[in-house]
């Protein structure tokens, strides 16, 4: 029987730095195909991303995006992760859409931040109070468990929900007051109007860019860019195609070689000193998808097999 994961049973038995062990596992292993494809009908989308890593499998992450759907009371926006074997091409798996995207987005910046921001960081903010800020706090708490949190957001009453949700939670109502206080900088906003400063930046700091995702949208300004060291999770995913690099870059205010590295030259992300700032663009893509969810079934396995 093919199993279906739910986001209930699968988070039981994941970890945040599991994952981001998984992740740096994946990326040893060859360069993933990868491919996205859209179809519409009106303003109801399907989105399909898929990739393919040899020594790992297949990975079809299917999304369908209805946006009159909350008039009737029915979530917007609904999938699934078909995960298929890499040696005969047989399903292996169904796992909840939702759950995938939560630890898969969250994970990919917790891998670098790992890598990059100072051991000692014991001030965290997080800019942007939805979902995302949400997990981000999950997951940097488990690799930064002495660290306290701040939030800050542009609607402060949306910021003041989320610590009103999570313990020891502070709200910033100043945010270039919380940024020069940060160790580490986490951003999840969807804005075309760069938010962080590089003015306000101070030595030592690791930035984690999260929520752009569009040609024509980025959170910092050319100046954050250019004070920092940077890397991005994939070249194929954000030098082309999201507004934080592809702006700068096709205005000459960076170029193409100051983006040292990607994922699959992990060897390549490392602080050269206590002082440095590093900066971090997650961009996402199917392939992480495909890591995340096949890391999500080995653990949902070995739990069966000691239940069984």
Known sequence: MIPYIS??????????????????????????????????????????????????????????????NPASDVPMINGAVTLFDDTIGTLSALIDFHLVTKWKTAGDSLLAARRLARPDSRHILIIGAGTVGRNLHAAYSAAFPQADFTVWNRTKANAEKMASEIDGLSVATDLETAVRKADIITSATMTSEPTLRG?????????????????DMREADDTTLQRARLFVDSY?????????????LTEAAIKREDVLA??????????????????????????????TSRYILEQWQAAQRTLG
């Open 7 to 68: 986001f209930e049973d699968g988070e039981k038995h994941i970890d945040w730095l599991g994952l981001t062990d998984a992740l740096a596992a994946g990326h040893a292993l060859p360069r993933a195909e990868i491919s996205d494809s859209l179809l519409y009908r009106g303003e109801d989308t399907l989105l399909q991303r898929q990739a393919w890593i040899d020594g790992l499998g297949i990975a079809v992450k299917s999304a369908t995006v209805f946006p009159g």
């Open 236 to 248: 194929e995913t954000t030098l082309d195609h999201i507004g934080e690099l592809k702006i700068p």
């Open 199 to 215: 003015d306000w930046l101070q030595p030592g700091q690791h930035i984690d860019l999260i929520g752009a995702y569009r040609p």
């Open 262 to 291: 990607d994922f699959y030259a992990l060897d390549k992300f490392q602080r050269h000193s206590d002082t440095e700032i590093t900066l971090f663009k997650n961009g996402g893509g199917a392939h992480l998808d495909l890591m």
